[in-house]
């Protein structure tokens, strides 16, 4: 059974960065979609960030982009986004997800699709 595993979420300053990571084991890695979306209290998922790891070919949701960048350390099997930048209205639990048919890729957020997501990591980020 695949499994992701979410960490380095935290309080934080507006302005400040954080990193988050996401371990994954029982899902191949090489040429694989992954994904970060996040949920805040009260509000919908939002799909922020997806790579592929076979070329590194990326895409962000205009609210993060130019802020977060995401990417892979391959030897950890570990998918990272930073986060710089950090805005009061980013704080939310925010979840990697694997993607196999790599809809999140084009900005399609198909929830069903998604073959497994983590338990979360919280980020609070104070103005």
Known sequence: QGRLVESGGGSVEAGGSLTLSCVVSGFTFVNQCFSWFRQAPGKEREGIAALYTGDGMTYYTDSVKGRFT???????????????????????????AVDPVCNTLVNKWYWNALAAWGQGTLVTVSS
């Open 70 to 96: 995401i990417s892979q350390d391959s030897a950890q099997n570990t998918v990272l986004l930073h986060m710089n930048s950090l805005k009061a209205d980013d704080t939310a639990t925010y979840y990697c």
